[in-house]
């Protein structure tokens, strides 16, 4: 069993960055794929990025290509999802995830989750 925790939501204004971070309680975390993915009121969960156990691969969705960069460290058991040059439609709960394959989209394909930590960006 894995626990997640995420971290560093909050309110921003739009140009800003967040760094969210996804601490993971369980020493076989280095073995899992982390991914990230976002929801917003009254729409689907969808992929924002994912990474491979070692970090060495990372998948981005096109509509944060360029802006958002996913990492991890597997020594502190964290995964880090840098947000810059954020937009108004970045708005949403962000959720840490574990155990699928790192170019998933598909939430169904992820088996861990956590509780998920709030992006506000404001115009």
């Known amino acids: 069993q894995v626990q997640l925790v995420e971290s560093g939501g909050g309110l921003v204004q739009a140009g800003g960055s967040l760094r969210l971070t996804c601490a993971a309680s369980?020493?076989?975390?280095?073995?899992?794929?982390m991914g990230w993915f976002r929801q917003a009121p009254g729409k689907e969960r969808e992929f924002v990025a994912g990474?491979?156990?070692?970090?060495?691969?990372?998948d981005v969705t096109d509509s944060v290509k360029g802006r958002f960069t996913i990492s991890r460290d597997n020594a502190k058991n964290t995964v880090y999802l840098q947000m810059n040059s954020l937009k108004p439609e970045d708005t949403a709960r962000y959720y840490c995830?574990?155990?699928?394959?790192?170019?998933?989209?598909?939430?169904?394909?992820?088996?861990?989750w956590g509780q998920g930590t709030q992006v506000t960006v404001s115009s």
């Open positions: 990474i491979n156990w070692s970090g060495g691969s990372t």
């Open positions: 995830a574990a155990g699928g394959l790192y170019y998933n989209g598909n939430p169904k394909g992820w088996n861990y």
């Open positions: 369980v020493g076989t975390y280095s073995s899992y794929a």
